[in-house]
């Protein structure tokens, strides 16, 4: 199936470990994003890849370190986790030639205990 | 700076009856416009998209949008809602398609 594809889908951890959500896309698409939705709801964008390159990134904790090794995968690595890190995240992907819209992964719920 | 406002935090409606979902943005020139919709414990889900050209748009699940330029607006609607509409509905603006801003989001209920 074509898509966004994150892993884990939950993750349960304590306060300062490290851990790494994974996302890969195959729909061919030269962009890739990290957002970030509260208990609100509310998305916040926190990073954007362009074929690899940094493009965006937002005022984010910098225990927080995107990572893509190539443009079909843009992994999301956390240091030193906090209560507040707890969150849904989600990975996205978007064609800048195409202009369809972003294509949303399911999501990886992180919950620090 | 581009910003986008959805006024209404929760609607509820009953099956069968006309929803409208409010959006305004904050933008100098037209923006790309979207709605998304967000079924619980799921991802986002492209329902349609504005860039140019006729003002009302169609997009899946029988939805559709206007796009009014004189009030900044983009409202969602649907002539008749169904139970597996209940979901979380974003609103979403950017100069570009790989820079959007979210709406802070409207939750449905559907009432049988």
């Known amino acids: 199936d074509t898509a966004v594809s994150q892993t884990p889908k939950y993750l349960v951890t304590q306060m300062g470990n490290d851990k790494s959500i994974k996302c890969e896309q195959n729909?061919?698409?030269?962009?890739m994003y990290w957002y970030k939705q509260d208990s609100k709801k509310f998305l916040k964008i926190m990073f954007s890849?362009?074929?690899?390159?940094?493009?965006i990134n937002e005022t984010v904790p910098n225990r927080f370190s995107p990572k893509s090794p190539d443009k079909a995968h843009l992994n999301l690595h956390i240091n030193s986790l906090e209560l507040g890190d707890s969150a849904v995240y989600f990975c996205?992907?978007?064609?800048?030639?195409?202009?369809?819209?972003?294509?949303f992964g399911s999501g990886t719920r992180l919950t620090v205990v | 700076a581009q910003s986008v406002t959805q006024p209404d935090i929760h609607i509820t409606v009953s099956e069968g009856a006309s929803l409208e979902l409010r959006c305004n943005y904050s933008?100098?020139?037209?923006?790309?416009l979207f709605w998304y919709v967000q079924s619980p414990g799921q991802g986002l889900q492209l329902l349609l998209k504005?860039?140019?050209?006729?003002?009302l748009v169609q997009g899946i699940k029988g939805f559709e949008a206007e796009f009014k330029r004189s009030q900044s607006s983009f409202n969602l609607r649907k002539p008749s809602v169904h139970w597996s509409d209940a979901a979380e509905y974003f609103c979403?603006?950017?100069?570009?398609?790989?820079?959007?801003?979210f709406g802070t989001g409207t939750r449905l209920q559907v009432f049988p």
């Open positions: 996205a992907s978007s064609s800048q030639i195409s202009g369809a819209g972003y294509t």
């Open positions: 729909l061919g698409h030269d962009t």
């Open positions: 890849y362009n074929n690899k390159e940094l493009i």
């Open positions: 933008y100098g020139a037209t923006p790309y």
């Open positions: 504005y860039f140019s050209g006729d003002t």
């Open positions: 979403a603006v950017g100069p570009r398609t790989d820079k959007l801003i």
